[in-house]
T-cell receptor, first 114, second 114 residues
Framework: AAGVIQSPRHLIKEKRETATLKCYPI?????VYWYQQGPGQDPQFLIS???????DKGSIPDRFSAQQFSDYHSELNMSSLELGDSALYFC?????????????FGPGTRLTVL | AQSVSQHNHHVILSEAASLELGCNYS??????LFWYVQYPGQHLQLLLK??????LVKGIKGFEAEFIKSKFSFNLRKPSVQWSDTAEYFC????????????FGSGTQLTVLP
């Protein structure tokens, strides 16, 4: 079965640079969520999109922005990167039906900021 | 503050031992409850979920969980663990009224000794 695809899997950037993470949800999933998992920490919700509109916002810094495109893929744009942004960034998607609360996670993008 | 609590940060068991991982939440109202597993270096995988109905839910890999509303708990159990169950286990809650994002507990690292 198709899963959530994230690219790139690994990314190394320097402070103050920008980064763009991509997420391709499972086909027919209309909702995308972004989570940040720091080393040894639990995933923290950043932002979500439903039908290409932002649906909820969590602890996403102002330096970050995201959007969902017409094909339902989503991009997380991160600017003025800081050392503390080093983390695993997960994307999850959920389907249109009753099981909307079941989120399926991608493999994550490991961002390292030097 | 409303939260999800996993009281055991690290659990070490021998193979064939029984497992119970605690999860408590502090949200009122109707919540959806989940357990995810994260194997080393991998993404979050859904073990099981509770939306409504029978409070005893069975998941994959022989795991089950019991929702006890009066105790605000959703403990994960497995009668006999295997070495391959070594992973981090996250309890997650979709609080009432939220768009659909999950709030995760801090995780429990399970180490099963062969």
């Amino acid at each position: 079965a198709a899963g959530v695809i994230q690219s790139p899997r690994h990314l190394i950037k320097e402070k103050r640079e920008t980064a763009t993470l991509k997420c391709y949800p499972i086909p027919r999933h209309d909702t995308v969520y972004w989570y940040q998992q720091g080393p040894g920490q639990d995933p923290q919700f950043l932002i979500s999109f439903y039908e290409k509109m932002q649906s909820d916002k969590g602890s996403i810094p102002d330096r970050f922005s995201a959007q969902q495109f017409s094909d339902y893929h989503s991009e997380l744009n991160m600017s003025s990167l800081e050392l503390g942004d080093s983390a695993l960034y997960f994307c999850a998607s959920s389907p249109k039906d009753r099981e909307a609360s079941s989120q399926f996670f991608g493999p994550g993008t490991r961002l390292t900021v030097l | 503050a409303q939260s999800v609590s996993q009281h055991n940060h690290h659990v070490i068991l021998s193979e064939a031992a029984s497992l119970e991982l605690g999860c408590n939440y502090s949200y009122g109202g109707t919540v959806n409850l989940f357990w995810y597993v994260q194997y080393p270096g991998q993404h979050l995988q859904l073990l099981l979920k509770y939306f409504s109905g029978d409070p005893l839910v069975k998941g994959i890999k022989g795991f089950e969980a019991e929702f006890i509303k009066s105790k605000f708990s959703f403990n994960l159990r497995k009668p006999s663990v295997q070495w391959s169950d070594t992973a981090e286990y996250f309890c997650a809650v979709k609080p009432p009224g939220s768009a659909r994002q999950l709030t995760f507990g801090s995780g429990t690292q399970l180490t099963v000794l062969p």
